[in-house]
């Protein structure tokens, strides 16, 4: 099958589940290159799995996920690792090892799959940590600095093999609005300067409508989407309810 030049991932009749447990069935959405697309939905809807199933870790129980015309789930094992390679995940916690320090965690993909010297990887870490505004914080410990700074060197270390696509799995969670503000500006500033493709996990409408250029909308109780688009577009035009009434709640910076 030849790709759609414009998606980048194309998702096909996905559908989710632990044995008989179902996640999410019928899922069809596609992300254009340089865009940034929300999965979105209240709790337990499944949209970490969602992502999950995308980078490579959750196999489907039907559907297809292909990335630049490739189906994940179809390849061999070398090719689905070539492809989970050219993506970086910051994960909810950063998931920083705690006894390294910061270049020294972005280091480890480096040393793992390139042939780069020790002397340029240094270099690389601190451009990539200057990238995300912790530039001189090479030598510093995760426990040395604060939950947002966290995320941001998470953030350094999955652009460390300089990955085609970055993913976000609720990168808002556990910190304060300035920082969470903060974390979505350097988003869009990353997909600005680097045309990278971000899918970022979230229910969080401040980063929702501050960031979003597509979406698809998640509901827990059909257990399959309801809705894509842009979020604001969603919020004011969609005929569904339920996608009106979750993006609709509260207060949301714009």
Known sequence: ???????HIEITDLTLSYGDFLIQQNLNFNIRRGEVFVVMGGSGCGKTTVLRSIIGLKSPSKGQIRIDGNSIWDVDDEKRNELKRNMGVLFQQ????????????IALALQMYTDIPDKDIREICS???ALVGLAGFEGFYPNEISGGMRKRAGLARAMA????ILCFDEPSAGLDPISSKLLDDLILELRDSLGTTVIVVTHELASIFAIADNSVFLDPNTKTQLATG???????????????????RGEARE
């Open 1 to 7: 099958m030849q790709p759609d030049t414009d998606n």
């Open 94 to 105: 950063g998931a920083l090892w705690s006894s390294m320090t910061l270049a020294e965690n």
């Open 230 to 248: 842009n979020p604001k577009t969603l919020r004011d035009e969609c005929d569904n309810f339920e996608v009106r009434n979750f993006l609709a």
């Open 127 to 129: 451009l990539k940590l």
């Open 161 to 164: 093999l300089d990955p085609d």
